[in-house]
C-alpha cells in the first residue's frame, strides 16, 4: 500500500532560530488543549536532542507522543510520531526552518510514514491533515507574540 505524505508549507515573519525555538522549547505555550490525550495536560514537552521524548503529563501521568530523531536547530527537527496510537505504528514528521532572509522563515513539514497503519493509513493522513491545519495558525500566533 502506498500513501503518500502530507506536504505543508507556511511561512512565518521571524528568524529561523526564533521560530525553531518556539517550536521546540516552548511548544507548550502555543499547542491547543484539544490536539493532547488528556484535553488539558498541565505541560507539554519536547526534550532537545535525537532520542528526546514529546510528550504531555496530566494530573501525574506521562503521555509519550513521540520521540526526536533529528536535531539541526535552527534548520531541521525529524521526530517519530505516535500521539493516541501505539509506538509501533508512529508516523514521521519532518520540519525545515529555511532562512528566507529579511526576518522571514518558511517552515516545511513533510508527514508520512502512513502505509504501516494499513487499512486505516487514509483514515488516520486526513485525520493528520486537519490536525495539521487547525494546529499550525497556533504556532503562527505564538512565533508573532514573540514566545521564545
Known amino acids: ?13 521571524c528568524p529561523p532560530q526564533h521560530a525553531f525555538a518556539v ?6 505555550t502555543w499547542w ?8 488539558g495536560p498541565d505541560e507539554i514537552v519536547l526534550e532537545s536532542g535525537p ?14 507522543w513521540g520521540v526526536v530523531t533529528v536535531w539541526e536547530p535552527p534548520r531541521r527537527l525529524a ?6 496510537r501505539d509506538r509501533g505504528d508512529a508516523t514521521e514528521v519532518e520540519i ?5 532572509g529579511g526576518d522571514r522563515t518558511r517552515i516545511e513539514i513533510e ?6 497503519l494499513g487499512d486505516t493509513a487514509d483514515t488516520w493522513r486526513d485525520r493528520n491533515r486537519a490536525g495539521w491545519d ?3 495558525p497556533h504556532f503562527a500566533t505564538a512565533v508573532s507574540k514573540g514566545a521564545a
Do not use: C, N, Q
Not at 521526530?79 to 493516541?84: F, I, M, N, Q, R
Not at 508527514?111 to 504501516?116: K, Q, T
Open 1 to 13: 500500500m502506498t500513501v503518500s505524505p502530507l506536504h505543508i508549507t507556511f511561512g512565518v515573519d
Open 23 to 28: 517550536w521546540t522549547s516552548r511548544i507548550g
Open 134 to 136: 487547525s494546529l499550525l
Open 51 to 64: 532520542g528526546g521524548l514529546i510528550y504531555e503529563t496530566a494530573a501525574g501521568v506521562k503521555h509519550t
Open 32 to 39: 491547543p488543549p484539544d490536539h493532547t490525550m488528556s484535553g
Open 96 to 100: 525545515h526552518f529555511v532562512d528566507e
Open 111 to 116: 508527514h508520512r510514514g502512513w502505509a504501516r
Open 79 to 84: 521526530y517519530l510520531w505516535h500521539l493516541g
